[in-house]
Every structure is written in C-alpha cells, then in structure tokens.
C-alpha cells in the first residue's frame, strides 16, 4: 500500500430482497476496478433470487419479479464476480453486509471464496470520522459533495456514486495506510443513527434504551458509542452520588 491515487481498490454493492442475512436473497450485483480516477474493470448483473421481491423491496430499488426472471443464478455469477474482485482492497457504504452475503452464498454453492481475507475500507465509517455531513447516508454524501445525481439504487449507479465519495472522503488522508489506521478504533457517534430515536444525541436517549441496545448484533462503531454513553452515565451517578451524603437517605 502506497499513496491513495496508486492503489487499485474494487467497489462491490448488493441489492437484495431485504436485509435478514440468513433469508433475503441478492437481486443484483455491481462492482468497479479502480485506482485514482481510472476505471480499470466493471461488472453488473440482475440475479433471479428464486422467490418473490417484497414490495417494500420493490419501492426502494425498483428491480421487479418480472425483471430478474430468466436471469441467472447467484451460483452462476459468483465465479466470475469473485475473479474480478480477487484480492483487492474492498470498498463500499456498509460493505461487509454485502461481503457476508457474498460469502454465505458461496459457501451454500460449494463456491471457493477468499473474500474474508480482503482489505476492507467502508465508506460509512470513513464519513463517520469525516463528520460534517448530517447524515450518512450514500444519498446523502452525494448531494454533500455535489456529485451530479444517478439512478439511486440500483447496484451499479450506486457503486458509481460510492466510488466518487470514497474519493472526496480519502482527500483527507495521505495514503492507504493512514485510511486503516484511521478505521482500526472504534469510532465515537455523537447521534443515534437508527430507530425510533434516529437523529438524536446520544446523551439524549434514555438509559433503558441504550442498555436494551447495547447487547443487540449493531456495528462496532454505535455499539462502541451506546456502552461509553452508559458508562459516563454511571460514573456521572456515582459522582453525585459521593458528592451528596443524603443521596442514601
């Protein structure tokens, strides 16, 4: 690993019927080859998922049953989605969803797969640690960073997207390295960013709520930030607790 601009990294997105990791099935994939602003290789496809697309699916990247009907199966595209991403760096908004479920499914297929090795860098991290974007959202970035709009939701056009903004967010480091660095500590979110309290500061949200969250499967980051918010709560108590002698009375 060098400066930025002379690594070669590969963009990969998913579209699937629904986010349950055991259950929902991909729908589409995308990748792009890249290294500074040169497109090196490129690959999409609809995959047909043999079962039916929810219409909550449906409403968010428009792909249809009649669509992927005919198209070919996820054991039929892996091999050569595999090959094209190979041992480079992976990028991509939430990636290791779409890596597990790359994965799971190679793994149901009897498929080799190293992707588990790979390097990863995941841009909704990177744009936790940038900060100044209000929401993180791939969509979002976009428009922070004006990058002209594109068929939002769809794999490639959003690998298209993803790779512009993974670009804007690496101008503030000097290298590769310093990106894995950067990413290798837990990161501190000042608002949750999921549920019924989405938006709001942490120190906000009510202790039962963070403690009901604190043992629920979420990303390193917000698990980080929900237990380090309780923590200080606790300590704050037992100040005020030593400070005050009638607090037991």
Partial sequence: MGRIEQDEFVCVDCE??????????????????????E?????????????????????????????VKGKPKVAEVLPELLKRLGRYIIVGHGVPFDINLLVRDAKRA???????HNQVIDTLRMARLYGESPINSLDQLRQHFHIPDQDAHRAMSDVQVNVQVFQYLAHHYDSTKEIFNALS????????????????????IPLEYLQWMANKPFDQDLLFSI??????????NLFNQSSNPFSEL
């Fill in 39 to 67: 497109i090196l290789d490129s690959f999409e496809t609809l995959i047909d998922p043999c079962c039916a697309i929810s219409e909550a699916s449906i409403a968010i990247h428009r792909i249809t049953d009649d669509m």
């Fill in 16 to 37: 699937t019927t629904g986010l349950d990791l055991e259950n929902d099935q991909i729908i589409e994939v995308a990748m792009v080859r890249f290294k500074g602003k």
């Fill in 185 to 204: 500590k837990p990161i501190l979110l000042r608002n949750m960013p999921l549920g019924k309290h989405k938006g709001r500061p942490l120190k906000e």
């Fill in 227 to 236: 237990r380090s918010e309780i923590k200080r709560r606790r300590k704050g």
């Fill in 110 to 116: 009897g498929i080799p797969c190293t992707l588990e």
